[in-house]
T-cell receptor
Framework: DGGITQSPKYLFRKEGQNVTLSCEQN?????MYWYRQDPGQGLRLIYY???????QKGDIAEGYSVSREKKESFPLTVTSAQKNPTAFYLC?????????????FGPGTRLTVL | QQPVQSPQAVILREGEDAVINCSSS?????VHWYRQKHGEAPVFLMI?????EQKGHEKISASFNEKKQQSSLYLTASQLSYSGTYFC??????????FGKGTRLSVIA
């Protein structure tokens, strides 16, 4: 079955630690996205990538980093510079960054800082 | 710029109708609608394109007023399964989708 997988589902981190969230898709999509979701805030874009080896900052990129070395993979690192990282993180992909294409979302990772 | 959704929340009894609105200050190429159940991934409902074309769920009804940059999602004869948070996303150029803050819909028996 084609789709997007995220791991882990739940992640706990101590303050000052970097953590990496995994996102893999087998839909052969060019574009991939990372969103952060907080209660009442909707989906806020962290980073996006429209092609391998290229990515752009979204609205709330500070304290996060990404890489896009393979088409199917777009991992997100939450660094210690992110002051309030506790949130639900969603990865998504699109066949191409076009108004005509829908986004497909992964199941999400819930990150909690202890 | 983030589109504005209204209402923020609505409670319906089974069988009742609801309208969710999405408004943008930018000229739009398309409006996307998604529904998210608590703790789950958002699921695609439909896309409304500039020019009148639509793509998506056959049982979902929506409109797109290109002049006003507004879209409305119509939920008729609501069922318990309609409960969730509805997000609109707007596409206005060479930038990614921008999502609204969502409308929480609760359908009760």
């Amino acid at each position: 079955d084609g789709g997007i997988t995220q791991s882990p589902k739940y992640l706990f981190r101590k303050e000052g630690q970097n953590v990496t969230l995994s996102c893999e898709q087998n839909l052969n999509h060019d574009a991939m996205y990372w969103y952060r979701q907080d209660p009442g805030q909707g989906l806020r874009l962290i980073y996006y990538s429209q092609i391998v080896n290229d990515f752009q900052k979204g609205d709330i990129a500070e304290g996060y980093s990404v890489s896009r070395e393979k088409k199917e993979s777009f991992p997100l690192t939450v660094t210690s510079a992110q002051k309030n990282p506790t949130a639900f993180y969603l990865c998504a992909s699109m066949a191409g960054a076009s108004p005509y294409n829908e986004q497909f979302f992964g199941p999400g990772t819930r990150l909690t800082v202890l | 710029q983030q589109p504005v959704q209204s209402p923020q929340a609505v409670i319906l009894r089974e069988g009742e109708d609801a309208v969710i609105n999405c408004s943008s200050s930018k000229a739009l190429y398309s409006v996307h609608w998604y529904r998210q159940k608590h703790g789950e991934a958002p699921v695609f409902l439909m896309i409304l394109l500039k020019g009148g074309e639509q793509k998506g769920h056959e049982k979902i009804s929506a409109s797109f007023n290109e002049k006003k940059q507004q879209s409305s999602l119509y939920l008729t004869a609501s069922q318990l399964s309609y409960s969730g948070t509805y997000f609109c996303g707007t596409f206005s150029g060479n930038t990614p989708l921008v999502f609204g803050k969502g409308t929480r819909l609760s359908v009760i028996a």
